[in-house]
């Protein structure tokens, strides 16, 4: 996760967030839990590549260009499709982590055939 002094000023992780890292429940293929120096660049390049758009990155999906972030302007959870132009990156939209990690589980499932 990114430090204190790293997030936008304003946001915490949400606690359901939180709680699922903790639990280890970072490997739900095909999405998986960013961390680290990828979770950093992603950090960047979303920001650089969408500069009008507030978007905190959490997961990426291995099979697409997908990557799942908190939309800070809509306070919700947006599903970006990295490379696209701007005002074509939203693939998808979520009230909150836990619709998003619903939505998550329905593919690990699909996704284990």
Not at 65 to 76: E, H, N, S
Not at 81 to 90: K, L, M, T
Request: proline share 6%.
């Amino acid at each position: 996760m990114l430090t204190i002094e790293e997030l936008p000023t304003g946001f915490d992780y949400p606690p359901e967030f939180v709680r699922v890292v903790g639990l280890g429940l970072t490997d739900l293929e095909p999405w998986w839990i960013i961390e680290g120096k990828l979770l950093r660049d992603f950090m960047k390049l979303l920001a650089s590549a969408y500069p009008r758009r507030r978007l905190v990155p959490f997961a990426k999906r291995q099979d697409r260009d997908d990557v799942a972030c908190w939309d800070l302007a809509k306070g919700d959870v947006a599903i970006v499709h990295v490379g696209a132009s701007p005002g074509w990156e939203q693939h998808a939209r979520f009230a909150d982590f836990y619709g998003w990690l619903r939505q998550a589980v329905e593919d690990l499932i699909e996704h284990g055939g």
